[in-house]
């Protein structure tokens, strides 16, 4: 520890304790345990006696041998019931000196550090009130001393707390206690970060303190500009400022990054982003954007919603691809969310296939498309919920095999924009009592709340629901009997209060339950394609085929067009394996009649 000179103390009490500074009439004390001693009264023409000097000397001497923890015991010890006085500064001056000047703090600072170490060591967490009772003046006089309390919180000396009442507490960190027992200047710790990952660490640390209300968002605010100004070239910090957004985007930006990188969570709702910034109007600002999807980070590109079960959840946002592409390169990412369940059908990764119907069918399918379309879908809620009328559009498709009910509903979504949760119904159905049931009604819940959560309402599909919706069965007493009118009545149920699309598709519409029949607001029939649909079929199919081979094999073969698609398929994988057939159309015939199982003559067993 350094010792300080006689000139230097002297010069300190001349400065201080002067009482007319233009004639150097100047009065100097030295505090000496509790008791306090004049050392000196002089003008212009006087000068310290040798006497005086030597004492003086001395008693500095004293002073500079104590360690900083020595003379925060000092201050403690006078600060009690002193109502900061004057006295009490005469007396406290030399001690609040040595701590002021070891830690590069005002004295009134090093005079609250005193107090709030004093606290911190009894694991007690210190507000101003506290303060004010040790010293035995009121709480307001202590409120002026602020911008000093906010400078040692800024300089991590001290910490805030702050209860569930908002009532602001301090303490002082292990770091500080322990320099300080060591006699040693406490040295914030440098943000200068090597790699990305050290820097996203760093910032949690900042946004963490402020979560645990250690420190305010002046001071986090404060606090980030240093650390990206320290880190200028550090990767990250040279990714992010290309991007050239304000502090608030940017703050919020890499707390998606952070969370992703460090703590693999991808998806983070409004209520995780709000307690970044300070301002009510700033945060209202930010939820109702990025509910609407304008906010900036969204507009760019470089957030979007996140996708729950498949299903676009508004209320959640995540990283988009390019934003991590372009902030963080290099990383491992893994993230908590659950992948997409495998029964869930994205609009978007649906491919898109021409299909072929007869009139009447096209006119229908064309029809539902039109009224699916989101600006449709939404007018004709909003007129049926005026008029007190169901709101949900129950449809089903029936028809042959193959004749395109199920790719009918995947061409709709694609258009549409609307997900599809796709019943597995053999997966929905248990052995055990009960469970079906509840599964059944768990899938109708499940789509519930993806209605609630989604911008753009999805599609319940029930494909080859032949087992649910067929007709109930009379005067059941097997317990699978009971167990499929259950399911039945449970759908018929929930039907009746649908609030979004479902659609079933069946190749046994004769055996429809009359109830399921009612319920169903469009039915759609699907024919087996006319001669000229097949030919379009087999030249989309397999472009390579000229107009007068699809006409035969059209005319040829009453096909659905599921069973030219296995052919074309056929043809295709033939094609890889052994190159181009010279005799196309003899391989297609040979295909074609492949496709059909060959019917025995059934030979009859009895009496004659």
């Known amino acids: 520890m350094p010792r300080f000179s006689f000139y230097t103390i002297e010069k300190h009490f001349h400065t201080l304790y002067a009482n ?89 600072q090093a005079l609250f550090l005193s107090l709030f170490l004093e606290r911190s060591t009894c694991s007690h967490k210190t507000d101003l009130s506290d303060i004010a009772n040790i010293l035995d003046c009121r709480a307001v006089s202590i409120l002026k001393y602020q911008p000093l309390l906010d400078d040692l919180v800024r300089k991590h000396f001290i910490r805030m707390a702050q209860n569930y009442n908002d009532e602001i507490s301090y303490y002082v960190p292990k770091k500080v206690i322990m320099a300080i027992s060591q006699n040693k200047k406490y040295e914030r710790e440098p943000y200068k970060c090597d790699d990305a990952k050290t820097f996203l660490e760093k ?13 305010n968002h002046d001071i986090l605010y404060d606090e980030l500009n240093q650390l990206f100004g320290e880190n200028e070239n550090n990767p990250y910090v040279k990714s992010i400022k290309r991007l050239k957004l304000n502090n608030n985007d940017r703050m919020i930006l890499t707390h998606f990054c952070r969370h992703l990188a460090i703590h693999h969570e991808a998806a983070l709702s409004a209520d995780n982003l709000v307690f970044l910034l300070k301002e009510d109007y700033d945060k209202k600002r930010l939820t109702d954007t990025l509910e609407l999807g304008k906010h900036i980070l969204q507009t760019r590109k470089l957030i979007e919603y996140n996708f729950d079960d498949g299903f676009e959840d508004r209320s959640n946002y995540r990283l988009t691809d390019r934003a991590i592409k372009k902030l963080l390169k290099g990383f491992k990412l893994k993230t908590k969310d659950k992948p997409v369940a495998s029964d869930v059908i ?26 699916l379309s989101e600006e449709n879908f939404k007018n004709i809620r909003e007129r049926m919920k005026s008029q007190k009328m169901r709101c949900g559009f129950a449809c089903v498709f029936y028809g042959s095999p193959g004749t395109g009910k199920t790719e009918t509903v995947l061409q709709i979504a694609r258009k549409t924009g609307r997900n599809i949760l796709q019943v597995n119904i053999s997966e929905v159905k248990s052995c055990w009592v009960g469970e079906s049931e509840k599964n059944i009604k768990g899938i109708f819940d ?103 081979e699809s006409t035969a094999l059209a005319s040829k073969y009453d096909f659905s067009g599921g069973q030219i698609e296995n052919i074309a398929r056929h043809y295709a994988i033939n094609t890889v394996l052994h190159g181009d057939d010279e005799n196309r159309l003899d391989s297609l015939y040979a295909y074609c009649d492949g496709e059909k199982f060959e019917k025995k003559e059934c030979r009859k067993i009895g009496f004659v």
């Open 20 to 108: 007319n500074i233009g004639v150097f009439d100047i009065a100097c004390y030295l505090c000496i345990g509790n008791q306090k001693v004049c050392i000196m009264r002089t003008s212009k023409s006087k000068r310290l006696n040798l006497k005086a000097k030597k004492k003086l000397s001395l008693d500095l001497a004293e002073i500079s041998r104590l360690t900083v923890l020595e003379a925060i015991e000092k201050i403690v010890i006078l600060a009690n019931d002193c109502k900061l006085s004057d006295s009490f500064f005469k007396e406290s001056t030399p001690y609040l000196q040595v701590v002021a000047d070891k830690q590069d703090i005002s004295n009134m």
């Open 203 to 215: 910032f949690f640390d900042l946004t963490h303190s402020l979560y645990n209300d250690e420190i």
């Open 346 to 371: 994205i609009s978007k990764h649906i491919e898109e296939k021409k299909l072929f119907y007869d009139g009447k069918t096209n006119s229908q399918v064309e029809e539902l498309e039109e009224l």
């Open 446 to 548: 499940r789509y519930r709340e993806q209605v609630k959560r989604t911008k753009i309402t999805p599609i319940l599909l029930f494909n080859e629901a032949d087992a649910v919706i067929g007709k109930r069965r009379e005067g059941a007493e097997n317990a699978v009997d009971k167990m499929e009118n259950s399911i039945q009545n449970i759908i018929l149920q929930e039907m009746e209060t649908l609030d979004g699309i479902m659609i079933a598709t069946t190749n046994l519409e004769q055996n429809m339950d009359k109830a399921f029949e009612r319920r169903f607001l469009y039915k759609i029939k699907f024919n087996k394609p006319s001669l000229e649909a097949r030919s379009s079929i087999w030249k989309t199919m397999i472009p390579v085929l000229s107009e007068d």
